[in-house]
């Protein structure tokens, strides 16, 4: 693996993969950019979109220490601006993670959905050739393959079923064309059924989990369908791995936990881990393919991918996740007068906490410098973690002076007149 520090750029580095890939780079000291404009998809609810997009926010803000870089742009990957961030730069790896995240929502607005899958991936395609990225990760999925079974390879013949995994392959076509034109070295990843905390409410674990959690029917949609769930750290780690690895170029891997899990076995794992949910089986979706075990053969032997987390822990560390979050325990457990919660309602990264004002206030003295720099290299609309702090403080002088002399003079006045007319009149008598 590649040991010296990169300049690398992470499309989708704010959403649910991207922020945990961002954390294992920063935490190996490369320097970051991310590009996100931290879309709803035009389904998803924009207040937990909000909460999310915070939370991960914040969460990469407490990581900036003097051995890392890190840079946030909020701008749709499709814009050709982009080439302005790419020229000033000079990126060393791209890893591409923005797109539309499953067949759901793509079948819920399909042509947003190719926009950014087709449009989009083309635009940054573009952008690394022009200005020579050594290394292009492309994350696909385990879709591409349609229907298989156990144990299926890398070389397996791909079937897509479905409009998301029709285009995540035709992904795939476009990196390795621009491999075999320009030379423009790659890496592809195929995943499958992550799942894990800071996740949004509609991937399989998540449904489960906060049905559980509402002791509504946990609903399993065939129950001896399998998914290859897989923990996001685990994956996360072995994107960056597979992307900093020598053996990783024009490579194409599968990065899951290796084991099939039934849907119903997943189901019960949730509901004894919250200790409530009753499981309700119904047909199998025939929209979606029926899967099952990937191998993780080539990865293990080119970059010593070693995924940890089973299941069953994997669904703990997600529990534990879900108590402790303000936001779903607001919305699982409502009570007559909200509380308000200001890292929730907001989803802009300038306002403070006073659980973040210290970190941000470090991280400002270390990154100014390298912020302005981004911003007068290339005028692409940034939401840095810098400036943050100065509007928390500017109230706080103003109530200290006003009080302070109102209450000094008025008191002088009240008790020094009445006392001389009082003494004056007796003696004239």
């Not at 870089?69 to 591409?96: G, R």
């Amino acid at each position: 693996m590649i040991k010296e520090k990169q300049n690398i750029l992470v499309t989708g580095g704010l959403g649910f993969i991207g922020y945990n890939v961002v954390v294992r780079l920063m935490n190996l000291g490369h320097k970051i950019s991310i590009v996100d404009n931290k879309t709803t998809y035009g389904s998803l609810p924009q207040d937990e979109l909000d909460y999310l997009h915070k939370e991960r926010f914040f969460s990469i803000a407490n990581r900036v220490t003097d051995s890392n870089d890190l840079n946030i742009y909020t701008i749709d990957i499709a814009n050709p601006d982009l080439d302005q961030l790419f020229k000033a730069e000079q990126f060393d790896a791209v890893i591409h993670l923005a797109s539309f995240p499953r067949q759901k929502i793509v079948n819920d607005n399909p042509i947003d959905g190719s926009k950014a899958m087709s449009e989009g991936l083309l635009n940054i395609l573009e952008r690394s050739r022009a200005n020579n990225v050594k290394r292009f990760t492309y994350i696909s999925s385990s879709m591409v393959y349609g229907d298989f079974m156990d144990n299926v390879t890398e070389d397996a013949v791909c079937n897509p079923i479905g409009q998301y995994a029709i285009m995540k392959y035709a992904g795939e076509l476009l990196v390795k064309d621009y491999t075999r034109q320009y030379d423009l070295k790659h890496t592809i990843i195929r995943p499958s059924a992550v799942y894990g905390p800071v996740d949004v409410d509609d991937r399989v674990i998540s449904k489960f989990m906060l049905s559980a959690l509402q002791d509504k029917p946990i609903r399993v949609f065939g129950k001896m369908e399998k998914l290859d769930f897989t923990f996001v750290n685990d994956v996360a780690n072995g994107i960056v791995d597979a992307t900093l690895s020598p053996n990783g170029e024009n490579e194409t891997y599968n990065l899951t936990r290796s084991k099939g899990v039934t849907l119903y076995d997943a189901a019960r794992a949730v509901s004894l881990t919250v200790g409530k949910g009753n499981i309700d089986v119904k047909n199998r979706d025939m929209n979606y393919p029926t899967r099952g075990t990937l191998s993780i053969k080539k990865a293990q032997e080119h970059f010593h991918f070693n995924p940890i987390v089973d299941i069953e822990e994997g669904i703990k560390i997600y529990y534990d996740w879900l108590s402790n979050s303000t936001y779903w325990q607001e919305k699982i457990n409502p009570k007559p007068k909200p509380e308000t919660y200001p890292e929730v309602t907001s989803a802009t990264p300038n306002e403070v906490t006073p659980v973040t004002k210290k970190v941000l206030a470090k991280a400002n003295k270390e990154m100014p410098k390298e912020n302005s720099k981004a911003k007068t290299k290339a005028p692409v609309k940034a939401n840095a973690i810098i400036k943050a702090p100065a509007k928390a403080k500017a109230p706080v002088k103003a109530k200290a002076k006003a009080p302070v002399k109102a209450k000094a003079k008025a008191p002088v006045k009240a008790k020094t007149k009445p006392k001389t007319k009082a003494k004056a009149k007796p003696k004239k008598k």
